[in-house]
């Protein structure tokens, strides 16, 4: 992993927005030099997804009502397979605990970093939700719905994510454990985000699901960065 | 199945789930002093 | 010296949970035995259920100890990462089994009292989801706190770990208010009940006897657990000689 190559710069002074902005910037950069782990999302999420259209076959109806839960689980899983790329790296290299010396809040290098995550895992599941749905057979209104739902779960399963990997930083037992701590957590997600777009496809309004992960969303973005600072103060101790 | 099936099974679980508690916990504290014997044992051959 | 501080060395806790734990456990065998002979024997038969409705004598308790324990259970965990005392932390690693087994309990009850009177064993509706992901929390900090060589970093990742998890205690217990679930609303609470009274006593007395179980069973599981984390001194040498 060569974030070395990517400077380390130490400003005078710190903020919340400064530590943001660098180590997004950071992350995505590392991301795009070494795209394995983003491609490794949307490869597993487009053709595990892709498989169960191949293997049910030409059944249409049963095809558009298990959609969505296909479609989020396949999201769930992806999310899930990227979460160790998220700190791995940095804390074996002891970049993690450079940035921790960082004048900048560790609230906000640490935010940047799950920002990071997001738009290289949940943007992409988010961008081809539509077309995977198509296969699917699903509507175009269920197939908004359903990109609404993800736009809104996603992030909240990169900060969950966020805190069970930065909990499970140099344990043993690595992805099993981490597997424990994060799935249990990604369901309610996957309850609500899949229960959206179900309620869509039958006609039912949608937005009592909608309005339930806009909350978790709030919730988990004021809530989960902390936690996930002390997570990492942990792990670093 | 009969009602009371559900009965059985319900307070048969428990039972056999508070019955290995408490047989586990007197194999933990068993374990945990057969290992402090291991270690002195060890260190008496230093 | 205040009392507290006195006990806050596992060395004298030892001896001080060993000598009380004898005691919750014969509170708990005698309330049992009494919410037991109320719940099967004297309380009556439920108009629309029959019979099967006793599963509630245990059903109730435990989901309530479910709850109770983990929140007990974080409390130790903020205990020992704010003032970064070791024994917080033992004994927040010795409610979690208990915890689990009366998660596990609701969960199998509750199962088994859905098929005859909902027709199914299971259905994911919030509260049944919520109660199922405290047992993997549960489990999540077992496995989180026996997952470092270095035993202190296992108590605070796993302690954090029950901190985070603690918003799922009013999820489980406002979701039948919050949503329009299978599984019925509460009929006790703080303003008054309607259920017969030889059942509410019969709940209570079972809830009581898990309680001091509970209890029981956290004193005699941190004893080992002292014993594991303190094996080198030398009180734990004397006492493993003693007994051989």
């Known amino acids: 992993m060569s974030s070395a190559h990517v400077e380390l710069h130490a400003?005078?002074?710190?903020?919340?927005?400064?530590?943001?902005?660098?180590?997004?910037?950071?992350?995505?950069?590392?991301?795009?030099?070494?795209?394995?782990?983003?491609?490794?999302?949307?490869?597993?999420?487009?053709?595990?997804?892709?498989?169960?259209?191949?293997?049910?076959?030409?059944?249409?109806?049963?095809?558009?009502?298990?959609?969505?839960?296909?479609?989020?689980?396949?999201?769930?899983?992806?999310?899930?397979?990227?979460?160790?790329?998220?700190?791995?790296?940095?804390?074996?290299?002891?970049?993690?605990?450079?940035?921790?010396?960082?004048?900048?809040?560790?609230?906000?290098?640490?935010?940047?970093?799950?920002?990071?995550?997001?738009?290289?895992s949940g943007v992409p599941v988010i961008a081809l939700s539509p077309l995977i749905g198509l296969q699917y057979g699903l509507a175009t209104d269920t197939l908004a719905i359903l990109a609404a739902a993800l736009a809104l779960g996603t992030p909240v399963l990169s900060l969950l994510g966020a805190a069970c990997t930065a909990l499970a930083l140099g344990a043993r037992g690595g992805g099993t454990l981490l597997a424990l701590l994060a799935l249990p957590l990604f369901v309610p997600v996957l309850i609500f985000g899949a229960g959206a777009a179900d309620a869509q496809a039958s006609g039912l309004s949608s937005a009592p699901h909608l309005s339930l992960l806009g909350a978790g969303f709030l919730v988990a973005c004021v809530a989960l960065p902390p936690a996930v600072c002390a997570a990492v103060r942990i792990a670093l101790d | 199945m009969s009602h009371e099936f559900y009965l059985w099974m319900s307070y048969g679980a428990t039972a056999i789930a508070v019955a290995a508690e408490v047989v586990l916990l007197r194999v933990r504290r068993a374990q945990a002093l057969a290992r402090v014997e291991e270690e002195k044992d060890l260190e008496a051959q230093d | 010296m205040p009392a507290w501080s006195y006990l806050a060395s596992p060395a004298t806790f030892y001896g001080f949970a060993g000598r009380l734990a004898p005691w919750f456990f014969a509170l708990a065998a005698v309330l049992g035995a009494a919410g037991l002979y109320l719940g099967l024997f004297v309380a009556p038969t439920d108009a629309q259920q029959g019979e099967v409705y006793?599963?509630?004598?245990?059903?109730?308790?435990?989901?309530?100890?479910?709850?109770?324990?983990?929140?007990?259970?974080?409390?130790?965990?903020g205990v020992s990462l704010t003032f970064n005392t070791r024994l917080a932390a033992m004994m927040a690693r010795s409610i979690a089994p208990t915890g689990a087994m009366f998660t596990f309990v609701s969960l199998w009850t509750g199962s088994f009292w859905g098929r005859p009177t909902w027709g199914t064993y299971w259905v994911w509706d919030a509260r049944l989801t919520s109660e199922l992901v405290l047992l993997f929390l549960y489990f999540g900090f077992i496995a989180l706190a026996n997952a470092f060589e270095d035993p202190r970093r296992g108590d605070r990742a796993a302690a954090l770990l029950a901190l985070i998890g603690l918003v799922n205690l009013p999820i489980i217990y406002f979701s039948v208010q919050w949503w329009n679930t299978l599984h019925q609303g509460s009929s006790v609470n703080l303003r008054g009940t309607t259920m017969h009274k030889t059942m509410l006593a019969g709940m209570l007395l079972m809830a009581f006897s898990f309680w001091m179980y509970s209890i029981g069973t956290a004193l005699t599981r941190v004893r080992a657990v002292i014993i594991e984390r303190e094996r080198r001194t030398h009180w734990v040498r004397g006492l493993a000689g003693a007994r051989a």
């Open chain 3, 54 to 77: 006793r599963v509630i004598f245990i059903h109730v308790p435990a989901a309530w100890m479910s709850m109770f324990l983990y929140f007990v259970m974080a409390c130790y965990g």
């Open chain 1, 11 to 120: 400003p005078a002074a710190g903020s919340f927005g400064g530590g943001f902005a660098w180590a997004f910037r950071r992350d995505m950069t590392i991301a795009w030099r070494h795209p394995g782990e983003t491609l490794l999302v949307i490869a597993f999420f487009v053709f595990v997804a892709s498989l169960f259209p191949l293997g049910i076959g030409a059944e249409p109806e049963l095809l558009r009502r298990i959609a969505p839960g296909v479609i989020w689980v396949c999201a769930v899983l992806a999310t899930f397979l990227s979460l160790p790329a998220m700190f791995a790296a940095d804390y074996a290299d002891g970049s993690l605990e450079q940035m921790a010396l960082s004048p900048h809040p560790m609230s906000g290098w640490v935010s940047g970093k799950i920002a990071a995550h997001w738009v290289a």
